[in-house]
């Protein structure tokens, strides 16, 4: 009788050594797609930007009904590109510290909190000084819409709480250069 040789066939650890290579190259080819890709989309790659720079800033007081004056330094937002980006990628932000949104235009408004990492509070302002309204304690990074319910001219974000923390309410003043310049 003839005898047949039977091949082993493979051994289990040739098996292993196989799959471990095919999850090597897998790997190797994910992570090559991963850094294509980073270097292809970079916003992708840098999630948070940086604070814009280069804004004129001024002095602004707001006068509440009681008579008291509280000082500020804002930042001027008043092009499109700077109203755009406001105070989006700010880690922190002084307690007399703010940003003026000037529109140029008595219109309503709505802001969101986008990219924005610390909570505001958010002072709509009519083309005369008055505040209009006030949204308190906005939520950082919602996309969720905030609107003036009011025709206004200004925006003056603050540190969340100081509307409070101060007394400031609907029907006080806001002074400052660019809203003297703006006042019918």
Not at 109 to 125: G, H, Q, R, S
């Given at each position: 009788m003839p005898s047949m040789m039977l091949s082993p066939g493979p051994s289990r650890s040739s098996s292993r050594s196989g799959s471990l290579y095919a999850l090597a190259v897998f790997s190797v080819l994910c992570l090559s797609l991963a850094a294509v890709l980073l270097l292809a989309f970079p916003a992708a790659a840098q999630e948070r930007g940086a604070p814009q720079t280069g804004l004129r800033s001024e002095a602004l007081s707001i006068t509440t009904a009681a008579g008291k004056v509280h000082d500020f330094t804002v930042e001027i937002a008043d092009t499109a590109d700077s109203r755009a980006r406001g105070l989006m990628f700010y880690e922190n932000l002084a307690a007399d510290a703010g940003m003026l949104f000037d529109y140029h235009a008595d219109r309503?408004?709505?802001?969101?909190?986008?990219?924005?990492?610390?909570?505001?509070?958010?002072?709509?302002?009519?083309r005369n000084g008055r505040i209009a309204s006030i949204a308190e304690n906005t939520e950082p990074l919602s996309e969720a819409l905030v609107p003036s319910n009011a025709v206004v001219r200004f925006v003056l974000e603050v540190p969340a709480g100081t509307s409070a923390a101060l007394g400031i309410a609907p029907g006080d003043r806001v002074d400052s250069p660019t809203i003297r310049a703006a006042a019918p």
């Open positions: 309503e408004v709505v802001f969101w909190m986008k990219n924005t990492l610390i909570p505001l509070d958010m002072i709509f302002i009519a």
